[in-house]
């Protein structure tokens, strides 16, 4: 299943999504995360979903790929519905059965930060999908451009932002790896009772942290004989450029906005 991880990893391709500059997708997603709270109803709610569909589709991501993907995350999803089932003691009561109570507002609200926790993750994920870690960097890079007044290391915390994105997917592919050898080796992680659990779970972080230091020694000195000296003086192969399809993209949002403003109760 770890192997299925799609949150980090970069698909190459010629959609309308791919051609877009970095520094919108990347505005995009900030303000999305903001704008996905204004969102208090089924109708809110539905054209939220509706358009990451739509977004889905821009994109030629498979929606069969981006099921299989949110397999890894699936549990935190159920999970936080669950815990508005049955924490929520508000509204009708729909169901009592023995020491069960599940209301009305309890369902609501679960569906509702459920559907908000898969749009989110949806669109962050199309991001990665359709952006390489390169461009990533610039496109924050040059969005954090105005703090370089205040001395922060602007083109160091763009990289550093980048790298992790990127590692995500490298060391879930990795704990697969050692998850498999393991089992092959006699180990099970899936059986027992959960103190025999975390005990088989403790060989499996050893050789992973081993793998992400050594990853990441690997990755310093090859930055250092490559002469990599941070931000200062350095050229871009690649420029952005802001085309007519990024200012759409920022019009749409605004038309996002206005309708999920209008329809909230």
Excluded: C
Excluded at 70 to 83: D, H, Q
Excluded at 181 to 200: H, Y
């Amino acid at each position: 299943m770890l192997e299925k991880m799609i949150f980090g990893r970069f698909i190459p391709g010629d959609s309308f999504v791919h051609r877009l500059d970095p520094r919108s997708k990347l505005s995009f997603v900030l303000l999305f995360v903001i704008g996905v709270f204004l969102a208090n109803n089924v109708a809110t709610y539905a054209l939220l979903f509706g358009f990451t569909l739509f977004v889905i589709f821009v994109s030629r991501i498979r929606l069969y790929f981006l099921i299989n993907g949110l397999k890894p995350i699936l549990f935190l999803i159920i999970f936080t519905f669950l815990l508005h089932i049955f924490f929520t003691k508000e509204g009708t009561l729909l169901l009592d059965w023995k020491f069960i109570k599940i209301y009305e507002e309890g369902l609501r609200q679960g569906i509702f930060i459920s559907v908000r926790f898969l749009v989110l993750v949806l669109i962050t994920s199309i991001l990665t999908l359709t952006t390489s870690p390169i461009s990533i960097t610039d496109g924050m890079e040059d969005l954090l451009g105005p703090f370089k007044r205040f001395k922060l290391p602007v083109h160091e915390l763009a990289l550093m932002m980048s790298i992790s994105l990127r590692f995500i997917p490298t060391l879930m592919d990795e704990t697969d790896k050692i998850l498999k050898a393991q089992l092959a080796r006699g180990s099970d992680i899936s059986t027992g009772s959960i103190k025999e659990r975390v005990r088989a779970v403790i060989p499996l972080l050893v050789p992973l942290f081993v793998s992400a230091f050594k990853r990441a020694e690997d990755l310093a000195v090859a930055m250092e004989v490559r002469g990599y000296r941070g931000g200062e003086g350095r050229t871009r192969y690649r420029q952005l450029k802001w085309e007519w399809q990024d200012t759409l993209v920022m019009v749409i949002f605004v038309l996002l906005i206005g309708a999920l403003y209008f329809l909230r109760g």
